[in-house]
């Protein structure tokens, strides 16, 4: 049998080999990991649509802007026995709080829509949450129900609105056909 020796000095050139080794080994490991865990994670969607056996469909509005015709929109509704969701604005609410009772005694279901109507694409959490809390207490103090659906202005979203609106207990629901303004413009 043969004895292999070794000085201090080859040791030391073995140890630092071998632990250059591990490090790039962890390092390959690691930056794998990472690539296969950020390809195959999916984007964050909002609903856009829900199978139902039946032929009906949600009609959802926007709400942030006037009020000119709330009365008329809610006699359509009921004139062809029809019920709406209303995405609406926290400034909506402070500016025509009779009106968000209005649709809401109705039978409308009103929903949260942010409470200052921001571009929400790339927003900071905290803002967002700010901002989505502040809109569902305008519209809980006039209904007396916590609205569990948001609408983002704009129809932004990214992964983080997406989930952190669900950590909020909320879902996020898109539109998947879009009307046409009485003026012939597209709604936005």
């Excluded at 609410?93 to 829509?113: M, S």
């Amino acid at each position: 049998m043969r004895a292999i020796t070794f000085t201090k000095k080859q040791i030391k050139r073995i140890a630092a080999a071998a632990g250059l080794a591990v490090v790039t080994a962890a390092v390959g490991i690691t930056a794998a990991v990472t690539s296969v865990g950020s390809h195959a994670k999916q984007r964050q969607l909002p609903i856009y649509s829900v199978e139902r056996g039946d032929k009906k469909i949600a009609l959802t509005f926007d709400v942030a802007w006037e009020n000119s015709n709330t009365q008329e929109l809610i006699d359509i509704l009921k004139e062809n026995n029809a019920k709406a969701t209303f995405f609406i604005t926290g400034d909506w609410c402070d500016r025509y709080p009779d009106d968000v009772k209005a649709f809401f005694d109705a039978g409308h279901e009103i929903e949260n829509h942010s409470d200052q109507h921001p571009h929400v694409e790339g927003i900071k959490v905290n803002d967002l949450i700010n901002d989505t809390k502040e809109c569902s207490r305008k519209i809980k103090m006039i209904t007396g129900e916590e609205p569990t659906l948001y609408r983002a202005p704009y129809g932004e979203f990214d992964d983080n609105l997406i989930t952190t609106l669900d950590g909020m207990g909320m879902k996020v629901i898109q539109w998947d056909v879009e009307g046409i303004d009485t003026d012939g413009k597209r709604c936005k």
